[in-house]
């Protein structure tokens, strides 16, 4: 896939009080927001890859409000020859993990104190034409993307929703996520044997599609990292880790996919345990959260736009699940289904309300 | 003799990401091949705005080569693989 953009993006930083601070140009990871637009047309059509042809464009939608060069948000056009094109787009949130770092000149200068509340808005500026190649330049290694098709397995939606249980708020723009029972059953067995320490599995299984073209998602089983070191508030992925995961999946011979991962925040371990049982309650180290740290390996190792991750919150009242995935080139919370292996029905999950994504409330939350 | 260059290909942990790399110059340590071909493979370099350590694994033999290896030294052929793998926390 081609990738084009044909305008630069700069941040203009703000204090509360509305005082101008100044711009900074953009260095945006725009992979996430490749990907959305792939995995929009996967869905879209009935094709497996993108293939080598495809074009990929950045546009910018102006603000409704304040007009050109100021941006409302980032459309991701793709087009597929002989198939078709898709487009989506991103929000002005998409720049807010940048944020941080845009800021630090400010705060260096004295501007802006250190964590301190600032707002932005995103303006767009047409690129310059690229200066041509240096010849002399020679490059020491070529590179082509292979387009290796997503493995999808032909099944009915229809039929897994009948054997399946929502957990979770759902949201009708993402695929349907259905995790089996079994899973479940081993992950919370898992948490429960950890010891107050994090703990992490790899979620594997298939892409499906449904006759009527909708794709959806089944975690069949979940290899546990068991070369990853833990800590009660860190886990820690190592080659040793990859190695062993990339055995057992070959060992099961199942053709199964690296869907996604989960990992545990022993939340219990984690409160002061001097708290009256009240207090615990209303911790925000209770609820769950999916940290910086957690958005990092997200991106790193599971990028792909349908890929998932489930977060067990181990607190006082019991183990509380919530879900992530991408959506709109960020990570977001979103529902679930539980799959029954065996014709019933599953009793229902806690799932956990709303979390809060890329803050880190373990590190700045109460005494431990 | 050998080439003076290598045509290997390379994979991410997941599998889902390939790609080919060729006329590698068999004189490049492993760690340079990965400083330039991460970003390549539109793995992220920045992560909580510290660096992320990658490392590569010859998927014929199953070694984890060195980054101060050169490409000559690591038994790599040409159409070999090798697994990026990244070392990574999560909190
Ligand atoms: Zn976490």
């Not at chain 2, 040409?78 to 909190?91: C, F, H, K, L, N």
Request: charge should be neutral.
């Amino acid at each position: 896939m081609t990738t084009r953009q044909p305008h630069r993006y700069v941040m203009e930083l703000f204090k509360r009080n509305g005082a101008a601070l100044g711009q900074v140009p953009v260095v945006a990871d725009w992979e996430p927001a490749w990907e959305t637009a792939r995995f929009a047309a996967l869905r879209r059509f009935p094709i497996a890859t993108i293939g080598p042809g495809a074009v990929a464009e950045l546009r910018p939608v102006w603000h409704t409000d304040l007009g050109a060069p100021f941006v409302g948000a980032v459309e991701v056009a793709l087009q597929l020859p002989g198939v078709g094109e898709v487009s989506c787009q991103v929000p002005t949130t998409y720049f807010k993990s940048f944020a941080g770092a845009a800021s630090a000149p400010f705060v260096g200068k004295g501007l802006l104190k250190s964590g301190e509340y600032f707002n932005y808005r995103i303006a767009a500026f047409a690129n310059p034409p690229e200066p041509p190649m240096n010849p002399q330049r020679k490059p020491r290694f070529q590179i082509e993307e292979v387009s290796e098709p997503l493995p999808i397995r032909a099944a009915s939606l229809n039929d897994f929703n009948k054997r399946s249980s929502a957990v979770g708020e759902q949201n009708e723009s993402d695929i349907r996520v259905f995790v089996s029972k079994q899973v479940v059953a081993e992950t919370e067995q898992l948490a429960r044997a950890a010891g107050g320490l994090e703990t992490a599995s790899i979620l594997v299984g298939h892409v499906h599609r449904d006759p009527g073209g909708e794709l959806f998602l089944e975690v069949t089983a979940q290899i546990h990292a068991r070369y990853a070191e833990a800590t009660a508030t860190k886990v820690s992925f190592g080659p040793e880790t990859w190695d062993a995961v990339s055995h057992a999946l070959a060992l099961r011979g199942k053709n199964e996919q690296w869907l996604g991962w989960w990992h545990l925040h022993p939340s219990s371990a984690w409160c002061n345990p001097k708290c009256a049982p009240e207090e615990r309650a209303k911790c925000p180290l209770q609820r769950s959260f999916f940290s910086s740290d957690d958005c990092d390996v997200h991106r790193t190792v599971f990028p792909k736009a349908f890929q998932v991750a489930l977060l067990i919150t181990s607190t006082d009242a019991g183990l509380r699940h919530a879900m992530f995935s991408w959506r709109n080139g960020l990570i977001v919370q979103r529902g679930f289904h539980i799959l029954a292996t065996n014709g019933e029905l599953n009793p229902a999950l806690v799932p956990d309300a709303t979390a809060t994504i890329g803050d880190d409330q373990d590190e700045k939350a109460c005494s431990r | 003799m050998k080439n003076k260059t290598l045509d290997i290909s390379a994979v991410d942990v997941s599998g889902q990401n390939v790609v080919n790399v060729s006329r590698l110059d068999r004189e490049m340590s492993v760690g340079e091949l990965l400083d330039s071909l991460v970003p390549k493979m539109r793995l992220p370099v920045l992560g909580n705005g510290r660096r992320i350590t990658y490392h590569a694994r010859h998927d014929r033999t199953g070694q984890h080569l060195h980054a101060s290896q050169l490409l000559a030294d690591t038994g790599l052929e040409d159409e070999d693989r090798i697994t990026v793998q990244p070392s990574i926390q999560a909190g």
